[in-house]
C-alpha cells in the first residue's frame, strides 16, 4: 500500500481540473486511467478555451478583414507563438499545424524526402520506432528506391549505439528519424548526442517527440533537432491538431506538402506560386479551434512546469515498476527507471493482453493492450501483445496499486494462483 | 467473473480440434484481426453428403477469439454448408453467452469471418454487416 | 425595408442556438454576420457535443479495451455512420475523415492520381474552382506530366456545357473535378448530368460539395458521384474535419495517401500491408472530438431539414439580389436567382474590396473581401478582388436591411453619393 | 469614420508619385500581400550624397496600402539609406495616424515591406518582426 507522499504538485488541485477522472465505469468501479500515452485527458482550461471561441469569436482566419475574422486569426497565430516558445523554436515560421504526429512525419517524408532522397541514399531509423516513423518512409522508400536502416535495440531496451555510429561512419545517411521517448519501453533515447553525431555524418536529424514533448522540457535549439513531431492530444490538448517543427532554411527550400488555399502567393490556370512559411505547408482551413485548444494546453502545462511534471511522474513510474515487480509471473518491458518515462508494459505468463486489459477495465482500470503500433519492436520482443500502464501528471500512487489489485484479480481468473 | 465464464476459459486453455491444417481440406482459410493481431487458420473436410466430418485450426490470440474458434470447431461439424451460412454473429453470441464490448466482438467475430471466407469467399461477403 | 415575411423555419429559436451571433463587435455594433461560406458557426448543440465528449469519453480509438475507449470508438465510427446516411452512401467504409475538403482533394490527387494518371491523360477542372480543386492537380501534373484542361465560364457565370462536352469528346479525359456550387458566384453547377457525361467518356467524376453539402441535400448514390469532398467547418461543425466520400470499388484499389498507425494490417522492417476501408485511408490518430462533433452537426442539419434550409437561404439570398441591385455602382457576379445558391459577391465602382469590407465591419457587418481562393475566376470576372456577403440558415432578411445601409455608408465615405 | 480619415482618402484618390518605374533606379523592388493580392513595385533614384531625389511607384491595393505608399513615397524624399533603415511599423502608423487591425496592418506595411526589400533584399531582412 502507498506510504505517505509529498508529490511536487498539488495532485488533488489537478485531478479537479480533469472532468472526465471523476467518473465510475461500471457500477462501483471508479475509473482509473492509465491510457495517456494512446491519448491524454484534457482539462476544462482546454475545453473551456475552445468552447469560449466558437462562442465568441470563431471565423474563417487569414484572409478576413471583419472582426471575429480578426480575432480568430490572433487567436490561431497567439497559439503558435506559444508552441514556439514551448519548444524554443527561433521563429514562428518553424512552427507547421498539422492533424498529428503521424502527418508531421509524412509531410516531411513527402516534401523534403521525395525531393532529396534517392536511390542508395539510406534512412536510419530504429526497431523501437511507432509504425508512424516507419510506415511513411517505407511507402516513399518503394516509390523512390532508397534504403531503410535500422537500429537495433540491446537487451535491456536500450538503442545500440555503437550499432548507430556504424550507420553513420558505414552508410551514406541522408536522414536520421528516431523517438524521443518509447510509447512501449518508456526509454529516453539520448537524442542530443544523436543528433551530434547525425550532424558530424553530414545526415539530418529528426525526433518523433510524441512521447517525449508532452511530458519533458524540448528545446528544439539545444537538442539541436533539425526536425521535429508530436500531437495535441497526447499533451492535455485537442484531438484533431500536430505538430512539425522544422528549421526554417530546410522549411525555405522544400517543397509544398498539400496544395489548395491559404498555401498560395498567387494561381493562374499555368501553375501557382508558394506562400511564406509556415502557410506555405497549411492547405485548406487549418484546424483553428484546435490550435486554440493546444495553446491552452501549452499554457496549462508551462503553468505546471515541465520539470515539475517530469518528477511527478517518475515518482509514479518508479512506484509502479517497483509494485509490478512484485506479481508473480509478471514481466515489465524496458530498461531501469534511470532511462524511462512514463510507461510500464508488460506480459502476465501466457495471459493474452486482450484479456489482462479486459479484466482490469472491469475493476475499472483503463490500459491498452495490443502491439501498441510497434510490430516490429514487439516481434523483437519476442511476444505478440503487451498491456501497457501509462502516466500523466493527474496519475496518482493510489491508482498504481489499484493497478496491481486488479493485476491479482487476473491471476486468480486464470487459475495461476492468488 | 462474468466476463471469463469458466468454460470460455476451459476453451481458451484447452481448445478444442487445435492443431496441423487437414491436407486434402475442402475449406481452408485464414486470417486476421488488424487491431490487435489476432489470427486463425481453419481447414475442414466434407464428407460424401456434403457434411463437415473434420476440423481443424490453429491460432494464437486472447481467450475470447481462442474460445470462439474452439467452440465454433465443435459446432460445425456434421453441418451441410447451406447449414453454415446460416451461422451468424448471433450464434457465436449464443455460444459464449456473456456480453461483449464491441471491440471484444471482433475478437469473437474472427472464427466465423473465417469460416465465411472459407466457404464464400472474402470477396463474395455477402453484408458488411457479418464483417464486423 | 423588410416587408413581413414567414420563414420555413423558425429563425428566432435558430438564432438562439448559435451563441456567438448574440454579440456587438464594436461598440453599439450588434454583429451582422455574412461570412458563412468562409467558415459557419456552431450551434450550442454542436459545441455540447464535444465538450461532453471531452468530458465523458474521451480515450484514444479502436485499438483498446476499455470503457473509455470502447465509448469513444462508438461515438467516432457513430459519426462516420451519421454522414453516411446524411449523403446516403452505401456503406461507412465509404466515408473517410478528413482534415477539411482541401484534404481530400489532394487525397484523391496523390492516391488515385498517382496510380492512374500518365502523360498525355487529361483531368478537367473549371475557370470558377476554388483553389482547392486547382492546386493539388498542378502540383501533380507537374510530377506526372498529364494535362489539365478547364471548363470555361460563360458570362453569366454558368459553366459552358458546350465546351465541357467538346472536352469529353475530344481529349483522353480520365477524371472530371468540379465544384458543386461556387464560393463566389453562387452557381449551382448541373452535377447529375456532367457526372453522366463524364461516366458515358470513360471518365470519373469527383465533386467538390465544399459550398453544397452544407446547404442542399447530396445523395451521392442519385448524383452518382464517385468522390465528393466537404468540410465540417462549414456546415455547422467543428474545424479541423473533413470528408472524402469515395466509391468503395475506387477506394479499394487506391494506394494509402499518409502512412502510419491506424492504417495497417501488419507492419514488419521490410514492409506494409493495408488495414481495410475507410482506415486505410485514416493514419494516425483521427480527430476523435471533430468527428463527434460533426456528427451533431449532422443530426442539427438533419432536424432542420435540408429542403427547409434551402428554402429559407433562398428567401434571403433573392432578396439579397433585390435590394443590392437597387444600390449605384454596385455590381453582382454571378447568374440569375434561378442557378444560386447562398452568396452574392459585387464590386463597388473602383472601391478596393478590402475598404468596402472595413467599413461594413465599422457597422458590425461581416462579409470577406478578396479572391475567395479563386483567383483565375476573379481574372476572368476582370476583377482583382470582390466583397462577398455569404448567407446560412441562421441569417434574416433584416441582416440583408444592414449590409445595404452599411454599403450606402461606403459610399459617403468614399464621396460616391449617398 | 476615423478609419478613413479625410487624407488617407486623399491620397488614396490622388496618389503621389505614382507613375511608371524610374530607369536608371538605385532602388527597384516589388512584392505582394498574398493574403489580398495587394502589389507595389516601388523605384527610387539617389543623388550623389546619397539623398532620395525621386520616387515612382506604381501598385494595386485597398485605400490603406495606396495611401501608405503615397505617404511613405513623400516621407523617403531627401533622406539617406541609413536614415530609411530607421524607417519601421511605427513609422507607418504614425503617418497613416488610423487604429488597424492586424490584417490591414499588412496592407499598411507592404510599403515598407517594399522599400526594406530595396534597401537589404529581403533574404537579408533584419528580423520577422518588421515583415508582419
Ligand atoms: C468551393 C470550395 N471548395 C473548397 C474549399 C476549401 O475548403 P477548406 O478550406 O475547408 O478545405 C472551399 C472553402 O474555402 C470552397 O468554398
Ligand atoms: C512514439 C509515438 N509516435 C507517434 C505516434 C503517433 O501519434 P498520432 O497517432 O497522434 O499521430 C504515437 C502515438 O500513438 C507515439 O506514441
Not at chain 1, 482550461?45 to 484572409?63: C, G, K, L
Not at chain 1, 516513423?133 to 522508400?141: F, S
Request: contains cysteine; negative net charge; proline residues 5%.
Amino acid at each position: 500500500m502507498t506510504e505517505p507522499i509529498t508529490y511536487p504538485l498539488d495532485i488533488a488541485a489537478i485531478r479537479a481540473d480533469f472532468p472526465i477522472l471523476d467518473q465510475e465505469v461500471h457500477p462501483g468501479k471508479r475509473l482509473v486511467f492509465l491510457d495517456s500515452a494512446a491519448s491524454s485527458q484534457k482539462p476544462r482550461q482546454v475545453i473551456e478555451a475552445m468552447r469560449r471561441y466558437y462562442e465568441r469569436d470563431h471565423a474563417n482566419v487569414h484572409r478576413g478583414i471583419h472582426a471575429l475574422s480578426e480575432r480568430a486569426t490572433a487567436a490561431y497565430e497567439g497559439a503558435r507563438e506559444k508552441v514556439r516558445a514551448f519548444i524554443n523554436a527561433r521563429s514562428v515560421r518553424e512552427i507547421i499545424f498539422t492533424r498529428n504526429a503521424t502527418e508531421s512525419i509524412n509531410l516531411v517524408a513527402q516534401s523534403w524526402g521525395r525531393a532529396n532522397l534517392r536511390p542508395g541514399d539510406v534512412v536510419v531509423l530504429s526497431e523501437m520506432e511507432h509504425h508512424s516513423n516507419i510506415v511513411p518512409w517505407q511507402i516513399l522508400a518503394e516509390q523512390i528506391g532508397f534504403r531503410l536502416r535500422y537500429i537495433p535495440i540491446t537487451d535491456d531496451g536500450l538503442l545500440d549505439l555503437d550499432a548507430y555510429a556504424a550507420l553513420l561512419r558505414d552508410e551514406p545517411v541522408k536522414l536520421v528519424s528516431v523517438m524521443h521517448v518509447s510509447n512501449v519501453l518508456g526509454t529516453v533515447n539520448p537524442v542530443r548526442e544523436m543528433a551530434a553525431q547525425a550532424h558530424a555524418a553530414g545526415a539530418l536529424f529528426m525526433v518523433d517527440g510524441a512521447q517525449s514533448v508532452p511530458h519533458l522540457s524540448v528545446d528544439v535549439q539545444a537538442l539541436d533537432m533539425d526536425f521535429l513531431a508530436f500531437s495535441g492530444h497526447k499533451m492535455a490538448g485537442p484531438t484533431g491538431i500536430g505538430v512539425l517543427y522544422g528549421k526554417r532554411a530546410l522549411l525555405e527550400v522544400m517543397p509544398p506538402f498539400l496544395g489548395g488555399g491559404e498555401m498560395i502567393k498567387k494561381v493562374t490556370l499555368e501553375g501557382s506560386t508558394w506562400n511564406d512559411l509556415p502557410h506555405k505547408f497549411e492547405a485548406g482551413t487549418p484546424a483553428i479551434a484546435q490550435a486554440v485548444g493546444l495553446g491552452a494546453a501549452v499554457d496549462y502545462l508551462s503553468a505546471l512546469g515541465m520539470d515539475n511534471i517530469l518528477a511527478h511522474e517518475k515518482i509514479v513510474v518508479d512506484y509502479a515498476l517497483d509494485r509490478l515487480s512484485e506479481i508473480p509471473g509478471l514481466k515489465v518491458y524496458g530498461p531501469g527507471p534511470e532511462h524511462r518515462n512514463g510507461v510500464a508494459a508488460f506480459t502476465l505468463q501466457d495471459v493474452h493482453a486482450h484479456d489482462i486489459a479486459q479484466l482490469l477495465d472491469a475493476e475499472g482500470v483503463a490500459v491498452r493492450a495490443g502491439h501498441h503500433c510497434a510490430m516490429p519492436l514487439h516481434k523483437r520482443l519476442g511476444v505478440v501483445a503487451t498491456a501497457r500502464a501509462s502516466f500523466y501528471v493527474y496519475n496518482m500512487r493510489d491508482e498504481v496499486d489499484a493497478l496491481v489489485e486488479a493485476i491479482y484479480n487476473a491471476r486468480r481468473v486464470f487459475r495461476l494462483g492468488g | 467473473m462474468d466476463l471469463y465464464m469458466e468454460n470460455i476459459i476451459d476453451h481458451g486453455q484447452h481448445p478444442r480440434n487445435f492443431g496441423e491444417p487437414l491436407d486434402p481440406a475442402d475449406i481452408d482459410y485464414e486470417d486476421e484481426n488488424p487491431f490487435c493481431g489476432d489470427y486463425l487458420h481453419l481447414t475442414a473436410q466434407l464428407d460424401e453428403e456434403g457434411r463437415i466430418k473434420a476440423v481443424s485450426w490453429q491460432g494464437q490470440g486472447c481467450t475470447i477469439s481462442q474460445a470462439s474458434a474452439s467452440m465454433l470447431g465443435e459446432a460445425i461439424i456434421g453441418k451441410t454448408l447451406d447449414e453454415l451460412r446460416e451461422f451468424n454473429r448471433q450464434t457465436i453470441l449464443d455460444m459464449l453467452g456473456i456480453p461483449l464490448s464491441p471491440t471484444r466482438l471482433k475478437c469473437a467475430l474472427l472464427s466465423l469471418k473465417v469460416l465465411k471466407g472459407g466457404i464464400y469467399g472474402l470477396s463474395d461477403w455477402p453484408t458488411d454487416e457479418g464483417e464486423e
